[in-house]
Each structure stands twice: as structure tokens, then as C-alpha cells.
Nanobody, 124 residues
Framework: QVQLVESGGGLVQAGGSLTLSCTAH????????VGWIRQAPGKQREGLSC????????YMTNSVKGRFTISRDNAKNTVYLHMTNLKREDTAVYYC?????????????????WGQGTQVTVSS
């Protein structure tokens, strides 16, 4: 099972930008789709985004579409979540996870291995 580690979280002002990284340890990410999920305090986890193994397909949920983008660099074994125009409601723990079905057309959300999460706090 692939081990994923998120990094890049922190405190940012509303309207600011932040890029999160998800790096695999011990396994290659080059053959599996990866996504991002967040959990705000007191709220259900929200699937945000997925990217296919070859970057030819992406998904972004409507709540962040137009502000967030997902990308990957398989040579660096890393998937990124680029966040712009951050809002207070974006405050959450952000997780990356493998997705076993996105490459097969099953949509975004068949989560497998999860990272430990990284905290994003947006102030205003």
C-alpha cells in the first residue's frame, strides 16, 4: 500500500494562495489516480478533486472550481493542489488519497490509501 504525505498547509489570509503537495513514499504514483479531500471542523469530509494517473483527466467539485486546480508530476512522485482566492470556509484539514476508480471512469471518490492530512487555516 502506498504511503502518502501531505505538506504545504498553514495560515493564510482570505484571498491568498497556497499550494499543497502530496508525495508518495516507497511506491510510485505514476499508475494510479490521486485525489484531495478536506474536512472542516464539525463537518463531513468533502471530496474535492481527482487527477488521473496520466493527468489527462481531472475532476474538481463545484465548491472550489475556478479557485483550485490539481496537477501532478509523476517524476517527482507528487500531486499538487493549487489553491487561490482562499476563503474562510476553506479552513480544513486537507488529505490526499489514491483513487482506485477514477482512471476507469468510475468518478472521483474510490479512496484507498490516505495521507495524514495538513491543516489549512484561512483568516480574514
Amino acid at each position: 500500500q502506498v504511503q502518502l504525505v501531505e505538506s504545504g498547509g498553514g495560515l493564510v489570509q482570505a484571498g491568498g494562495s497556497l499550494t499543497l503537495s502530496c508525495t508518495a513514499h516507497g511506491h510510485s504514483l505514476g499508475q494510479i489516480a490521486v485525489g484531495w479531500i478536506r474536512q472542516a471542523p464539525g463537518k463531513q469530509r468533502e471530496g474535492l478533486s481527482c487527477i488521473s494517473s496520466t493527468s489527462d483527466a481531472t475532476y474538481m467539485t463545484n465548491s472550489v472550481k475556478g479557485r483550485f486546480t490539481i496537477s501532478r508530476d509523476n517524476a517527482k512522485n507528487t500531486v499538487y493542489l493549487h489553491m487561490t482566492n482562499l476563503k474562510r470556509e476553506d479552513t480544513a484539514v486537507y488529505y490526499c488519497a489514491t483513487d482506485s476508480g477514477f482512471d476507469r471512469g468510475l468518478g472521483c471518490g474510490q479512496w484507498g490509501s490516505w495521507g495524514q492530512g495538513t491543516q489549512v487555516t484561512v483568516s480574514s
